[in-house]
């Protein structure tokens, strides 16, 4: 944490793993709710060594008293049944109470990435209705509320168009219009089609990746990736 603007920052601390017991990805920078509390973004994993199911969520931590502790958790996606994994997951939250987020989303038993599916919380992140397909193809995404109570929609698509769009929604993201591209790779022509079951194996074929955004006080709408 720091209180100068982040010229200084006090030494880093734990964050337990409670209730889960278990590896705690963080996915995403800390949010600040409506409410004023903060909230953590991860996912819950298993051990290496675990040979039990994988049981995958998103979940966020929640501190009232500015990060000095986090005894409140709210799992924000998961499939009770193991097949459906919501990764990467980003934020974004409007006054009035209203947050919402994004998932890069997976069949863990068809070995292939789904659409993006967003869920959304109308009581300041406390409560979580079930993810939906916002119809997009891709994987990493921003979701950004605008003044206008719009939701903008920054994301990755490494298989389709190899590039970074941004899309708009006017329904609270149940349906998006095309923006346009941000970043668009070069040509691949030649190379064996990508396939979401080996990816892992093919990064260097990727000259993008992970968005993240926010809306400036200009009404400004600001994007990095790498």
């Known amino acids: 944490e720091s209180l100068d603007g982040g010229n200084r920052w006090r030494p880093a601390g734990e964050l337990d793993d409670e209730p889960y017991r278990s590896p ?3 996915i995403a920078p800390p949010l600040v709710l409506p409410d004023g509390a903060l909230a953590c973004p991860y996912e819950v994993n298993k051990s290496y060594q675990d040979a039990g199911p994988w049981r995958q969520a998103s979940a966020l931590k929640i501190s009232d008293d500015q990060g000095q502790s986090w ?41 292939h990435d789904l659409n993006i599916h967003l869920s959304e919380s109308i009581d300041a992140g406390r409560t979580w209705c079930p993810a939906w397909d916002a119809g997009l193809v891709g994987q ?82 600001w994007v990095v990736y790498y």
Not at 75 to 103: K, L, Q, T
Not at 184 to 190: E, I
Not at 192 to 221: I, K, Q
Request: charged fraction near 20%.
């Open 24 to 26: 705690m990805p963080m």
């Open 71 to 111: 005894p409140r958790h709210v799992e924000v996606a998961n499939d009770p049944a193991g097949r459906v994994h919501y990764w990467d997951a980003h934020y974004d939250a409007a006054p009035g109470g209203r947050c919402i987020a994004a998932f890069w989303t997976y069949d863990h038993q068809g070995k």
């Open 140 to 221: 990493v995404a921003q979701p950004l509320f605008l003044a206008d109570g719009s939701v903008l929609l920054i994301y990755v698509d490494r298989f389709k168009t190899h590039s970074i769009r941004v899309a708009i929604s006017r329904d609270h993201g149940r349906c998006f219009e095309d923006l346009g591209v941000i970043h668009q790779q070069g040509d691949v022509s030649g190379k064996p089609a990508l396939s979401a079951g080996t990816y892992l194996n093919e990064m260097t074929w990727w000259t993008f990746g992970r968005v993240h955004g926010f809306v400036d006080s200009h009404g400004c709408v």
